[in-house]
């Protein structure tokens, strides 16, 4: 299975996967315990990793290939190869951590930003509502204060019109009172026994309207007087 896959890794091209499937096939040789044949899958996979950068192809080939050593009895080439492996394991955990690291500091820095933009915009959420309530209370004022002009309007005119109808009585009430004098005055200057003589000429002289004061008085007036 494993040189069927391998035969369609490299018929495609995937050096990835060519690289990964030498080091199983070299596994499995170094567990039967053909050496040889595991050395060059062994070696045929670092070479297509170390093209490709891929660390931790690399990473496992060099600890297969210090067992390998080690079963061989080369124990010097075992242990470079294990300190090779333990090198590559460090730069690989180093970059992991640089990595996590990296991605909770944009986390922390999302997080951050989220939390200041919703802040914002409870600020902005503020400051509608506190303009929408001076535009409501400048409009009440507004509409209050035109009304009491309107009211000030009515009441003034009415006054006025009070003033007017008032000052209309008292002119004719003067106007009659006026008659009403000039009808006594001429009857006191008249003779008591020639009175029924002089009546015809007496009432020539005399506007008829003395008769009924309030007769020229317009209703309306006296009613607005009365308020």
Not at 136 to 158: E, P, T, Y
Request: proline share 1%.
């Amino acid at each position: 299975n494993h040189l069927k896959s391998l035969k369609i890794y490299e018929e495609i091209g995937n050096k990835q996967g060519i690289a990964l499937t030498c080091i199983n096939i070299g596994g499995i040789y170094l567990k039967e315990g053909k050496l040889a044949e595991s050395f060059n899958y062994f070696n045929h996979g670092l070479m297509i990793a170390k093209e490709i950068g891929f660390k931790e192809g690399i990473e496992v080939t060099y600890s297969l290939l210090s067992d390998l050593y080690e079963k061989k009895g080369d124990y010097k080439q075992a242990y470079n190869y294990h300190k090779l492996f333990s090198d590559i394991k460090d730069t690989l955990l180093n970059e992991q951590s640089s990595k996590q690291i990296a991605e909770m500091n944009t986390k922390y820095d999302s997080e951050k930003k989220d939390k200041e933009l919703i802040k914002k915009d409870a600020e902005i959420s503020k400051q509608l509502a506190e303009t929408e309530k001076q535009n409501l209370q400048r409009n009440a004022f507004i509409i209050g204060f035109g009304l009491v002009l309107v009211l000030a309007f009515f009441i003034f005119r009415g006054y006025r019109q009070k003033k007017n109808a008032n000052l209309l009585l008292e002119e004719k009430m003067i106007s009659q009172r006026e008659a009403w004098d000039n009808y006594f005055r001429l009857l006191h200057e008249c003779d008591e026994s020639h009175f029924f003589d002089d009546r015809p000429r007496l009432r020539s002289k005399i506007d008829t309207k003395i008769y009924d004061p309030f007769l020229s008085v317009s209703p309306g007036v006296v009613f607005l007087a009365r308020l």
